[in-house]
């Protein structure tokens, strides 16, 4: 014969149990949030950092050039849209040659690279005023060598972020 | 730091064996040191030979300094060939120089406050010249050093007609440091400029240099070596950069070049007003590195119009520009940092030679007729002496940027300088003890 069923008892079972679960589904979707934010932030800092170092990736030249080779237009087709996208930002472009030749050349031609890559930007919508050009000739070296790997590091322009950087909207696609 | 003139010993021996046997004539000649200045006695300099001279040994304090700085001097001159013998108290002995090989005596004696120099023609037995040259107070002292290189420079030209350039200094950099040296090497010193200093030139007056500077606030500067004070001549402005000044032929103006986003062209502004610059050339490439030509007329400088650089020469209003190393070496087209002669026949510069170094040049403004004057290590950025014959430029041969000195006569070298980096080296005019001439005593930019 089976026992008479204390009813009480076992809804406050069910009661408990189901408090629980409900505690156990409410951290975890704490956890889940907490996880989400945690991503999303971590994504949110690679897309700033990803935005900027497309602004400030570096393009390099011909030795005694300032014709922008194919590498060097992919660099900056790919800055056009962030320069759009962020329109408070401004940039400064500085031209660096290798260390063959004259030096007092070498400060022209690093103006000239600096604004061959200037041109190039305003040619795509980037308002001029936004970009600064400099010329650091062959002072600034970023590799010390005296072969040619070291004269290809050398022949760039840079770019640096100098207004409007603290943080960067992605352009739509 | 420069390297002794060493004799064999068999001719030092000879030296001291006929000393020893042949009678010294002190007295004889005694009388012949106080000839009046100014009474030659004929003394004929050939420049394709290099006359023997010998330097007697001048006695009292410090004249073991006077002694090895005119011998240096006359050395560095390139046109002696020293001859240093030990004379017993520098007793006069023309048969003992003759055989020696000597043509020219310098008898030098310290006095107070002065240098009493005498000046022998060893063939006529006699003295040629004479005179006294005032020395500062501080012997040693670089001002002191300065005046007795200009004695040896006042002998140079009793015996050639020419005078010497050893009373003269070399500015450049040690990175971004502006030094000047004097000729022989000694008394290197920095100067204080702005940041980022580069391309120091003198003035014909030897009183100031002008610089540039680079980075992103580029400027032409002006320092007055008597006061060390720098000054703007042109001043930073966005997305430009100022480089190469050169002083006018007539100290009046600075022609430099302005980098902007459209090209290089060169302007001219006035040293003393504030006038506002005027450009030059007008062409879309780089236009860098100008030089006047002794007479002011014309300005020589590096372009880039014709797709790579090359020198030309235009009129000293910019006007008439012409192409003038319109020569071909190979695949390699790079002429660069042209610096014209001061008796207006040469222009240097640098060009790069097929395996990708540079090497120093000149090129005759009459036939355009050229001739390479270096081939080790790589070689650039050559500024003319005084003289016209003296060139120095920056060289890898040792290892390191140094400056170097050539003779472009002879073709004999010598290292100028010890510096962690040398590089942009530019002569000065002739200078008074001191090493600032007055104004006006020169009459030659250079750069």
């Known amino acids: 014969v089976p026992q008479a069923i204390d009813s009480t008892a076992i809804k406050d079972s069910i009661a408990r149990a189901e408090r629980e679960r409900a505690d156990a589904l409410r951290r975890q979707r704490e956890r889940d949030d907490s996880i989400a934010a945690a991503n999303r932030a971590r994504d949110a800092a690679a897309e700033q950092a990803r935005l900027r170092d497309a602004l400030t990736a570096v393009i390099h030249f011909d030795f005694d050039q300032s014709d922008l080779r194919d590498d060097a237009r992919s660099t900056l087709d790919s800055k056009v849209p962030i320069l759009m996208a962020n329109p408070e930002v401004a940039i400064r472009i500085a031209g660096h040659t290798d260390e063959r030749g004259s030096t007092e050349y070498n400060l022209a031609l690093g103006q000239r690279r600096a604004a061959a890559a200037k041109r190039y930007l305003t040619d795509r919508g980037v308002q001029a005023g936004r970009i600064e050009t400099a010329s650091m000739g062959e002072q600034q070296p970023v590799a010390d060598g005296h072969d040619e790997s070291a004269w290809a590091s050398n022949r760039r322009d840079e770019f640096e972020i100098t207004g409007g950087g603290g943080r960067l909207t992605s352009p739509r696609m | 730091m420069p390297s002794e003139v060493r004799l064999p010993t068999h001719v030092l021996l000879v030296a001291a064996l006929v000393a020893t046997l042949t009678p010294i004539a002190r007295n004889a000649h005694a009388q012949d040191t106080t000839r009046p200045r100014g009474v030659v006695i004929g003394l004929t300099y050939d420049p394709s030979s290099k006359p023997g001279i010998i330097v007697l040994p001048v006695s009292g304090a410090f004249g073991d300094s006077v002694r090895s700085i005119l011998q240096r001097d006359l050395d560095y001159s390139d ?71 200009g004695v040896a420079d006042e002998i140079e030209r009793w015996i050639t007609g020419q005078k010497g350039i050893a009373q003269t200094r070399i500015a450049y950099m040690d990175g971004s440091r502006l030094r000047i040296v004097d000729s022989d090497g000694e008394g290197d010193e920095p100067v204080p400029v702005a940041a980022n200093a580069l391309s120091p030139a003198w003035n014909p007056a030897g009183t ?85 030509s002794p007479d002011g007329r014309k300005i020589a400088f590096t372009s880039g119009r014709s797709g790579h650089p090359e020198i030309y020469i235009m009129d000293a209003d910019g006007t008439n520009p012409d192409l003038l190393t319109s020569f071909d070496f190979g695949d390699k087209n790079y002429r660069s940092d042209p610096d014209w002669s001061p008796d207006g026949r040469l222009l240097a510069f640098q060009s790069q030679s097929p395996d990708g170094r540079f090497q120093i040049m000149t090129i005759s403004l009459r036939d355009r007729g050229t001739k390479v004057h270096t081939s080790e290590g790589s070689n650039e950025q050559p500024s003319w002496a005084p003289d016209g014959r003296h060139l120095v430029f920056t060289s890898t041969r040792s290892g390191t940027r140094q400056l170097w000195v050539l003779d472009t006569d002879s073709g004999r070298m010598r290292q100028l300088t010890r510096a962690s980096s040398a590089s942009l080296a530019a002569w000065s005019p002739r200078m008074h003890a001191g090493g600032v001439a007055p104004s006006g005593a020169a009459t030659r930019s250079k750069r």
């Not at chain 2, 003759?98 to 006699?126: D, F, I, M, P």
């Not at chain 2, 500077?213 to 060390?228: A, H, Q």
């Not at chain 2, 100290?251 to 459209?262: N, P, T």
């Not at chain 2, 502004?269 to 236009?287: E, H």
């Open chain 2, 79 to 149: 046109r002696f060939g020293i001859i240093p013998i030990e004379v017993p108290g520098g007793a006069i002995n023309y048969a003992l120089f003759s055989r020696l090989g000597a043509r020219v005596v310098v008898q030098a004696t310290l006095a107070q406050g002065s240098l009493h120099v005498a000046l022998h023609n060893v063939e006529k037995q006699g003295v040629s010249n004479v005179d006294d040259f005032p020395l500062p107070e501080r012997a040693n002292s670089h001002e002191w050093r300065m005046a007795v290189h």
């Open chain 2, 208 to 292: 100031m240099l002008a610089y540039s500077t680079w980075g992103t606030t580029s400027r032409i500067m002006v320092v007055d070596l008597r006061t060390r004070r720098s000054r703007a001549m042109a001043n930073a402005t966005p997305s430009n950069t100022n480089l190469s000044p050169v002083f006018s032929a007539d100290g009046s103006s600075i022609v430099y070049s302005h980098a902007g986003e459209s090209g290089t062209d060169l302007y001219l502004v006035p040293v003393a007003d504030d006038a506002p610059a005027r450009r030059l050339s007008v062409s879309q490439a780089d236009n860098v590195g100008p030089t006047f």
